[in-house]
């Protein structure tokens, strides 16, 4: 049986009890924290190494260096391994290797302004099946306007202020924020 929820798409027969409804006692977390202890050795060594290849190379050529690259795949390695560990022995579909930036940070005291806005993005990479159809990629730009256009009424909906928005093929559409300011200006 293929687990479709758990993202990776290997065979995984369920334990009940770990997947289970009632709570789970008795858990050996010896090789979970193991896991964890190589992956901060993994990333101490990469902070190490980063730091030295970025003291002999520019910042593109750093990024690209074997050392750096085989680190990052060995981190890669153990988040996943860390993932599977949490999922078989607890359940759980462990969200532990996206990123957030808090934006808020050092300003928790500033209030939110009426008319405070900011830009925001939904991008895709649309390709045609590999067999014959009458389907084009000409039609996705109808489809992704429709969908911005619901987008927008939902926003709306929800009391938020939409002075624009566009959909676009090739690349992304730029909004010109200095247009708004000078109207507001006129």
């Not at 939902?154 to 938020?160: I, W």
Request: proline residues 4%; negative net charge; glycine residues 12%.
């Amino acid at each position: 049986m293929t687990d479709e929820h758990d993202g990776h798409g290997h065979d995984d027969e369920h334990d009940p009890a770990s997947h289970g409804g009632e709570p789970l006692t008795g858990v050996d977390a010896r090789d979970l924290h193991a896991t964890v202890d190589e992956l901060s050795a993994a990333l101490h060594a990469y902070v190490e190494t980063a730091v030295g290849v970025r003291a002999e190379f520019g910042a593109r050529e750093a990024d690209e260096d074997p050392r750096v690259l085989a680190l990052e795949s060995r981190v890669g390695t153990l988040n996943a391994r860390l993932y599977d560990l949490l999922h078989d022995r607890l359940g759980l579909h462990a969200d532990l290797t996206g990123m957030t930036w808090d934006e808020t940070e050092g300003d928790a005291d500033v209030p939110v302004a009426p008319g405070d806005h900011d830009t925001f993005h939904l991008g895709f990479v649309v390709e045609l099946p590999p067999t014959v159809t009458d389907l084009t990629l000409d039609a996705v730009i109808d489809i992704v306007d429709d969908g911005g256009a619901q987008i927008a009424r939902t926003l709306g909906d929800r009391g938020y202020v939409v002075g624009e928005w566009g959909a676009g093929r090739g690349g992304p559409v730029l909004l010109d924020e200095d247009e708004d300011d000078d109207e507001g200006d006129a």
